[in-house]
């Protein structure tokens, strides 16, 4: 059954409109596609969406999942997914698109130097973002993933917090627990010792501080928890890394570092094997970066000299694996580059290791380096490849290429943030070259990472903000759902309060 009709509009057009039981055409009276409630049927003519700019399509209010509209600003369609604006269009070949940003919920983050988003984490239920900059000493809000996004569960404070003290510099997560590091922390007569929190997850999305720890014998500005990390061993022992990169083992071995690792007994986190090795030496830094899942943990050594090639500064990373009792050093893989910084950044899950170098001098038209790794049958980690930045890809010298790496099964995001980073712990500044983040997709055949996607900052720079917003400083991606940090972002006048971007790869 049909009815055709006509819609004079203005007295100038008519427009022909077919009826069908399964759907409408209009353009012509044939019948409507049978997968179709609307049908527009032309041989000359397109279908025209609503055209705006990119703030009319952002202030669009309450905009229905499905809305699609053409944004003139970018000369693209947009989708809206029900949390976000989606790019649906680009040029031919492109992996470009706008990474999303969501402000922090939270009113203290209108403070200046909040820097949320300095360091981010993330499981399948959850995520941390740190803003080691708020006034109250830092704080790390939680957020909770929801069939609509991701939504705001609460503002996460010390119990004895501290002002400067850096809360949030560090955060990690597993499925029970979290830990939060404020390296800048205070203890009596000893500036920026260091400590480090232990949260437990309760009913509901309550969550309770469960211990805070301090190193045995601290040292002044030893920052202890500059990086922390957390998980539970297949045996079902969960265990809390810290590490104190600046720690000094003898006084011609300044800043050498150490880690410490700590397990749960019966309802108390106790120091269970502190890691630290004759081979090392002055500003080796090892515990900079230290990442874990499983059975396995891997701690950066950014400083560290390459002795076989004769490299300063070239970097070390080392993997340790757990046995049942202890942590064992399974192998010590060392960067090749001088200067380089290799083990700055880490990211290991399951068989992969990802290693970022992101002070890898500039020259011959590449930069910084990412190196990836595979644990084979005999336990060894086996190189799979290295990943070079270049300027062909648009990213300049100086623009820390790795400073961040995180990955899951499928999905491996590479920082770039641009800029420089000034060693002072919640300080952030050196204006660089605009952020993105790069997005590799996994050919699970052969291991290798191919290229995906660049995600870049959905925003115009404000007046104020030059191009340091250091879109990218910290990632984390679990099942393709992930989180980017921006804690160089402002709201308006106010500087640096911190922004974050979540996002979904299929």
């Known amino acids: 059954m049909k009815f055709i009709g006509t819609i004079l509009l203005g007295g100038l057009l008519l427009v022909h409109i077919s009826g069908w039981s399964q759907g409408i055409t209009i353009g012509s009276t044939n019948a409507p596609h049978n997968s179709a409630v609307l049908d527009l049927q032309s041989s000359t003519k397109g279908f025209l ?25 970018i000369k693209s369609l947009f989708l809206f997914d029900g949390s976000q604006w989606v790019r649906l269009s680009a ?55 929801t069939i609509d996004g991701w939504s705001f569960v609460s ?20 499925d029970n627990y979290f830990v939060v590091g404020a390296p800048a922390f205070d203890l009596p007569g000893i500036n920026n010792a260091g400590k480090i929190y232990v949260f437990n997850f309760g009913k509901g999305d309550s969550w309770s501080q469960q211990t805070a720890i301090t190193r045995a014998k ?22 809390v890394f810290a590490g104190t990169p600046k720690y000094s083992s003898s006084v011609t071995a300044r800043e050498s570092g150490i880690a410490e690792i700590y397990n749960l007994q019966n309802t108390r986190w106790t120091i269970s094997q502190t890691l630290v090795y004759k081979d090392l030496q002055f500003l080796d830094k090892f515990g900079e970066c230290i990442e874990a899942h499983g059975d396995y943990m891997v701690v950066g050594a950014p400083g560290k000299k390459n002795t076989t090639l004769n490299l300063e500064g070239a970097g070390a990373a080392y993997v340790y694996a757990f046995n049942g ?6 192998e010590r893989l060392a960067g090749n580059i001088a200067r380089s910084g290799f083990g700055t950044s880490l990211s290991i899950k399951n ?11 500039y020259s011959a038209g590449s930069t910084e380096a990412v190196t990836v790794y595979f644990r084979n049958i005999s336990n060894r980690w086996q190189f799979v490849q290295t990943i070079y930045s270049s300027n062909s890809q648009g990213i300049a010298s100086n623009s820390l290429f790795g400073l961040c ?26 204006p660089g070259v605009q952020g993105k983040v790069l997005v590799y997709k996994k050919e699970q055949a052969s291991g290798i990472f191919r290229l995906y996607r660049v995600l870049l900052d959905d925003e115009s ?27 160089g972002k402002h709201q308006g006048e106010i500087r640096r309060t911190g922004k974050i971007s979540f996002g979904y790869f299929e």
């Open 49 to 73: 969406p609503p055209r705006m700019s990119t703030a009319q399509r952002k202030a669009i209010p309450a905009p229905a999942a499905g809305v699609i509209v053409f944004d003139t600003d």
């Open 91 to 145: 040029t031919a070949n492109s992996t470009t698109y706008e990474a999303i940003q969501v402000p922090v919920n939270d009113s203290l983050n209108k403070t200046a130097g909040n820097f949320a988003g300095a360091n981010v984490a993330m499981n399948e239920k959850y995520a941390l973002v740190g803003a080691p900059g708020n006034e109250v000493g830092g704080v790390v809000y939680l957020y909770k993933k």
């Open 155 to 174: 503002k996460i404070t010390a119990a004895d917090p501290q002002s400067n003290a850096s809360f949030g510099w560090s955060v990690a997560i597993n």
């Open 218 to 239: 601290p040292a002044i500005d030893e920052q202890f928890g500059t990086s922390v990390a957390i998980t539970t061993t297949t045996g079902g022992i969960p265990f």
């Open 325 to 330: 009792t202890s942590w064992a050093l399974q």
């Open 351 to 361: 068989n992969t290791l990802v290693v970022g170098a992101p002070w890898a001098p």
């Open 405 to 430: 790496v995180n990955h899951d099964d499928n999905f491996l995001l590479i920082s770039v943030p641009g800029g420089r980073i000034t060693p002072t712990l919640g300080s952030i500044s050196i």
């Open 461 to 487: 720079i404000l007046f104020n903000e030059g191009i340091s917003v250091f879109f990218g400083y910290s990632t984390a991606v679990v099942n393709g759902h992930y989180v980017i940090g921006i804690p």
